[in-house]
């Protein structure tokens, strides 16, 4: 079971690095640096999941990192939809960072602490679930208010309504994880919300690859019935002009 | 995906003025501030329709081309998404 379970957690570990390589590949290349911090969320998970494996077995530094991840995550949604924008950037970093740092103060006290209390084990899944909470929440509001935003303007290629719908739905994921981990068995045993999290994690790291990876094959797919419209010959800078002040 | 597209078409949608020319006047000004018109930086976009595009509606002699500027920076902080998503 263990290793089972192990080989499971390493290959959601291998395809969440492999996004964050493809990012910054991206973001190198875009220079669109809201895409390090989203890398750099994966990079925190993918390290942090390899600590909850029976392998590396050790609860304190897989909440450390899954912790962290919070910060880059909620600075790229910030520069991704409201940058000169009001937004609650400021509450949601303190609030986050609230629960990260009581998280990790928590897990600490349980795995160092004379007796492993299960309830204190059990405060710390709350506390890292509402910070999971807090965050995604956001991410979900913006994602969509962005994609309604869009689904109005014409010329938008079909893949891009679809990376915004696969972030909507893996962050809906994430938000499913987040209220089914605090009742996660506490030994090797399955139950309801322990299936229902696991199915979340699988929909969460196939919508990350194909909503950042984006597969080319995927794409033309998803572009199948777009009409490319053809490039009529430019204007000249008179006609452009002439244009606007006939209006 | 052509971002520069994406805006000349709202800028057609406020005007009524032909797509094609609205996507050059946007290039116009792109080459005005010498900034390469294919970035995703959104500060750059913005520099260019506060700056560069106001002053090519100005030359233009069309209707406040104040406002009609400030309409092109809303437009592009609502969709600032578009950046990241289109990447």
């Not at chain 1, 909850?52 to 939809?81: C, D, E, G, H, K």
Request: some cysteine; overall charge neutral.
């Amino acid at each position: 079971m263990d290793l089972v379970n192990d080989m499971i957690v390493f290959a959601f570990v291998a395809i969440r690095a492999f996004v964050g390589i493809i990012l910054i590949v991206r973001a190198n290349k875009t220079k669109l640096t809201n895409l390090y911090a989203l890398a750099l969320m994966l990079f925190c998970e993918s390290i942090g999941y390899v600590f909850y494996t029976s392998i590396f077995n050790n609860l304190f530094i897989f909440y450390i990192f899954v912790s962290v991840m919070w910060f880059p995550f909620t600075a790229f949604v910030q520069r991704t939809f409201y940058q000169d924008k009001k937004s609650p950037f400021k509450i949601i970093l303190v609030v986050t960072t609230i629960l990260s740092v009581l998280t990790c103060i928590i897990i600490g006290i349980y795995q160092f602490g004379p007796v492993q209390d299960l309830n204190t084990l059990f405060l710390a899944r709350i506390t890292f679930s509402l910070a999971m909470g807090v965050t995604a929440s956001w991410m979900l509001y913006a994602s969509i208010t962005s994609y309604i935003e869009l689904k109005s303007a014409k010329g938008v290629e079909p893949w891009i309504y679809t990376r915004y719908l696969l972030v909507f739905l893996y962050t809906f994921g994430q938000i499913g994880i987040g209220i089914t981990w605090p009742f996660f068995p506490y030994d090797k045993s399955i139950n309801i919300p322990y299936l229902i999290g696991a199915l979340c994690l699988v929909a969460i790291v196939i919508g990350q690859f194909l909503a950042w990876v984006m597969p080319q094959g995927f794409k033309r797919w998803l572009n199948r019935n777009y009409k490319v419209v053809e490039e009529e010959e430019d204007l000249s800078e008179e006609e452009i002009m002439k244009s606007f002040k006939e209006g | 995906m052509d971002i520069v597209g994406f805006f000349g078409k709202k800028l057609e949608e406020k005007t009524g003025i032909k797509e094609i020319a609205c996507k050059g006047m946007i290039r116009l000004a792109f080459r005005d501030a010498g900034i390469d018109s294919t970035t995703y930086k959104i500060e750059d976009y913005k520099k260019v329709f506060s700056d560069h595009l106001k002053s090519r509606f100005e030359k233009s002699g069309i209707d406040d081309p104040s406002t009609l500027a400030n309409f092109m920076v809303s437009e592009l902080i609502k969709n600032q998404g578009i950046f990241t998503m289109s990447a």
